[in-house]
């Protein structure tokens, strides 16, 4: 089954968690962007 995140929700939580270092929340988002833009070109 797929399941449906609102990217921006996503980066936004993202950028609440105080446990993680600067750097990696923005390899996540990186990533998360890549990721969303990969997924939306296999379900057209």
Do not use: C, P, W
């Amino acid at each position: 089954s797929l399941v449906k995140l609102d990217l921006d929700s996503f980066k936004g939580m993202l950028d609440e968690a105080k446990q993680l270092d600067q750097k990696v929340k923005e390899y996540i988002k990186q990533n998360s962007d890549r990721m969303h833009d990969e997924l939306e070109r296999q379900t057209q």
